[in-house]
């Protein structure tokens, strides 16, 4: 399989996850959120799509797939406060995340990297909504909403461990780099598929 057809394969793979976390983010956006301080804040169920990416493609794929994921779900009925906060929730989740992969499974497992990630989400929205108030009072909603982000952390985590489990493709993207020496944060391409029968 030449470079061309490798990264056509990788782009068709980040279409099909977008096009996921898109639904799942429509979908959330149908739950009501308790915090009237907040209108936009979500509980963060498309991490699950994030975890996925995180495991499966290289660190700028990852993120494209976050920012493309956020634009389309803004362009399909979002408003400016929700891109907001979804942003700001998505981004620092993202990144916490990645940073924390990189210790490596043996010390943090996927259901720990998703909590830390549902935590992490809303303290990306309190941050947002003490910026759009103009204080910083609104961070005291920030144990309650801890709280949250670790229940829908745990969840999706479990959820993102069942697909790896039982999702063949995920399995072998996931570990496919383990027999090169890889852990947490090392994750291939689609293209590997090719090097591994089903």
């Not at 793979?13 to 983010?25: D, E, M, N, R, S």
């Not at 940073?99 to 996927?110: A, D, F, T």
């Not at 697909?163 to 689609?190: C, I, M, Q, W």
Request: glycine share 10%; net charge positive; charged share 10%.
């Amino acid at each position: 399989m030449n470079a061309q057809q490798s990264r056509t394969r990788q782009y068709i793979y980040i279409a099909l996850l977008c096009a996921q976390g898109v639904i799942i983010g429509l979908l959330e956006r149908m739950i009501p959120f308790p915090f009237a301080f907040a209108p936009g804040a979500k509980l963060g169920l498309a991490n699950l799509i994030t975890i996925v990416s995180l495991f499966t493609m290289s660190v700028s794929d990852s993120f494209f797939l976050m920012v493309l994921r956020l634009l389309i779900t803004t362009l399909l009925g979002g408003t400016l406060s929700t891109f907001l906060y979804s942003s700001a929730g998505a981004s620092l989740s993202w990144l916490g995340m990645l940073l924390i992969m990189q210790l490596g499974e043996k010390r943090v497992s996927m259901i720990g990297i998703s909590a830390a990630g549902g935590i992490l989400h809303n303290v990306g929205q309190l941050i947002v909504a003490s910026l759009i108030a103009q204080s910083w009072t609104v961070m005291l909603y920030l144990p309650v909403l801890a709280f949250m982000g670790i229940l829908s952390g745990i969840a999706v985590g479990i959820a993102a461990n069942f697909l790896f489990e039982h999702v063949d493709t995920l399995s072998r993207l996931r570990y496919a780099d383990k027999h090169k020496g890889g852990h947490y944060g090392n994750s291939p391409h689609v293209a590997d598929l090719s090097r591994h029968p089903k």
